[in-house]
């Protein structure tokens, strides 16, 4: 009787941030899976930080500012909001080791959040991994209409201003493709990637109460 295969080695944080560095990122199954397993698409998402699709209505509503934009106050509310069980998306790639590695991340500095508040609810959000002058996109979610999209715009912008050349979306969909995602070939994708790293972005350049019409040039790559 063969005995069982080796149990995989952990990971750590600073094995994630070599793999992320490699062009890896991690998935799980579901939120129970125990285990991790490593994607490298062959065709990867991005956005163009000088490229990205504003509407009119979006605009509007950014000028208006219906939401209050936060950075970095609240990772665990934000994790949570982004691993909820929604129509379309009934199990989360998010489970218990993803999470313990990136609130450990979060904690060394690595990761980011951007959080859209509504009478002091939190109603949209995301996160993801800074390196060098990359931002890996991870999750994002909402719970009013345009939050998500908002808090992307404030982040397109803020790595704008902060230096950065690559904002990953990992995959595009109709969703992100309607906001300026592209998919690019996984070459093309490693060249920007190498580039990138060569940067040393500032994730906080951006005021946090930089005006609307600043984050709306910033994000539209004016």
């Known amino acids: 009787m063969r005995p069982p295969p080796p149990k995989p080695e952990p990971i750590t944080p600073r094995i994630l941030l070599r793999a992320y560095a490699a062009g890896l990122f991690p998935m799980a199954e579901d939120a129970e899976a125990e285990y991790l397993h ?5 065709e990867r998402g991005i956005f163009p930080l000088d490229a990205l699709i504003v509407s009119k209505s ?8 219906k939401f209050a934009i936060s950075i970095d106050s609240d990772f665990n509310a934000v994790l949570a909001g982004c691993a ?10 998010i489970n218990q080791t993803i999470a ?3 609130r450990e991340l979060f904690e060394m ?3 980011h959040t951007v959080e859209a508040w509504r009478d002091g609810e939190l109603v949209g959000g995301l996160y993801g991994l800074a390196l060098g002058g ?5 999750s994002m979610f909402h719970r009013a209409a345009d939050a998500s999209k908002i808090c992307l715009i ?3 912008a803020r790595l704008r201003c902060g230096g950065f050349s690559l904002l990953d979306a990992q995959f595009v969909t109709p969703h992100l493709a309607s906001l300026g995602a592209i998919e690019i070939t996984r070459a093309d994708y490693r060249r920007r990637l190498d580039a990138a790293l060569q940067i040393r972005g500032d994730f906080h350049a951006l005021d946090r109460h930089a005006a609307p019409e600043t984050v709306l040039d910033l994000a539209r790559g004016r």
């Open 154 to 156: 404030h982040l397109a």
């Open 134 to 138: 990359a931002f890996f996109g991870e």
């Open 38 to 42: 490593w994607c490298d698409p062959r």
């Open 109 to 111: 500095g690595f990761v």
């Open 100 to 102: 313990v590695l990136f």
């Open 84 to 93: 909820e069980s929604r129509p379309g998306r009934e199990k989360t790639w």
């Open 58 to 65: 979006l605009a509007k509503t950014i000028r208006a500012q």
